[in-house]
């Protein structure tokens, strides 16, 4: 079994990717977008924490998260996000038997990456990253062509 090292810092600001289990030819995440969205939203009213920036797309998602000071547990908000979106969501989806044994979905990759934001400038390449992801993957030409992003919250703050 892989031995998995997290980095636990209160008040930590972390980047994520989180991916489905079947990415080729998967559009669950957009076509599921307000559904996802409700299901960050209730998970912020339980366990509150800031999203500096996030793009969708249609297997992945990448987001920039803030934690409160006293906080530092990302793993349990990503636990309840998933689950939350998973129960609402029909069962179609192929599973293994180990998944079916153990009473799983097989809508997530059961691991995700993470990585804590180190410094400023750190900070603003993994936002300019999140940003160009739907260019880098050939969804659109431009960033702001892109409607599953917070890309049009920076654009209108300047």
């Known amino acids: 079994m892989s ?3 997290r980095m636990w810092a209160p008040g930590g600001t972390y980047f994520f990717t989180i991916n489905l289990l079947e990415r080729n030819n998967n559009d669950l995440l957009v076509r599921h977008i307000r559904l996802l969205r409700e299901c960050v939203e209730k998970e912020k009213r339980r366990r509150p924490f800031k999203i ?3 793009v969708i797309l249609p297997e992945h998602m990448h987001w920039l998260w ?3 000071e006293d906080d530092c547990d990302f793993a349990t908000r990503w636990r309840r996000i998933k689950t939350d979106f998973s129960l609402g969501i029909p069962k179609i989806e192929r599973l293994s038997t180990v998944r079916a044994k153990r009473g ?3 809508v997530w990759q059961r691991r995700y990456w993470e990585h804590q934001i180190r ?3 750190d900070l603003l390449a993994h936002i300019a990253y999140i940003h160009l992801n739907p260019v880098k ?3 659109v030409q431009e960033a702001s062509d892109w409607p599953y992003s917070s890309f049009h919250h920076y654009k209108n703050m300047t």
Do not use: Q, S, T
Request: hydrophobic fraction near 20%; glycine fraction near 12%.
């Open 119 to 121: 410094d400023e400038n």
């Open 137 to 139: 993957h050939g969804y």
């Open 52 to 54: 500096i920036a996030w």
């Open 3 to 5: 031995n998995y090292h």
């Open 104 to 106: 799983e979905r097989g």
């Open 66 to 68: 803030k934690l409160p």
